[in-house]
């Protein structure tokens, strides 16, 4: 049998508590996280890209959460996001009828990760966005950041988030490739890294 020294912290094999991830595919990810709008709703957009580490190498095993208001701008008070069926305590998913303003999307094999939902109405001087919570391999700590979409260029320059972070504003500002679909692309560190906010 033999023997290995764990005397000092050099000979001391890893435990669970010092590794970060990737665990976020387990319990996290629930079916219909992506499709935040209601079925068949006549005004969904969509909204992907990739999470991206300090290389620019797409992450797959990463977790995208989004919260966003109704297009009015009012927060939704309604459940539904994730149901649990009453009888087993499994999780149902969405009900396809209300718009609850939130889901969690996991990046696929390329770091890929989309979401189906309405456009943000704005609320008092910010411009219209979405709230980001990232969790990816690696970070000890969720980021979190915002997607404004483009198309009102007027609220976009007087949001004083966007204003103070001058020119590394572009990282918080979609692409719209086409009419109703836009690109957002995570950064996570290095050049082009997007900017991540601390709340305290």
């Not at 500002?173 to 692309?185: H, K, L, V």
Request: charged fraction near 20%; hydrophobic fraction near 35%.
């Amino acid at each position: 049998m033999t023997k290995i020294d764990t005397s000092g912290p050099e000979q001391a094999l890893p435990t669970p508590s010092h590794t970060v991830g990737p665990f976020y595919g387990y319990a996290l990810p629930f079916r219909g996280g992506e499709e935040i709008a209601p079925l068949g709703h006549p005004e969904t957009i969509t909204v992907h890209g990739y999470v991206l580490d300090g290389e620019g190498r797409p992450l797959p095993d990463a977790l995208v959460e989004l919260w966003g208001p109704a297009p009015d701008g009012s927060i939704p008070q309604v459940d539904g996001s994730i149901r649990r069926d009453p009888a087993t305590g499994g999780c149902l998913g969405r009900n396809g009828v209300e718009f609850t303003g939130w889901g969690r999307v996991q990046t696929d094999a390329d770091g890929h990760w989309y979401a189906r939902t309405l456009r943000p109405g704005a609320r008092g001087r910010n411009a219209p966005y979405l709230s980001v919570c990232v969790f990816a391999r690696g970070l000890l700590r969720h980021l979190y950041t915002r997607i404004h979409l483009p198309g009102d260029e007027a609220a976009l320059a007087a949001d004083p988030l966007l204003a103070q972070v001058g020119a590394r504003r572009d990282t918080l500002i979609a692409d719209e490739e086409r009419q109703g679909t836009y690109r957002f692309d995570i950064r996570l560190q290095g050049e082009g890294e997007t900017v991540f906010l601390e709340f305290q």
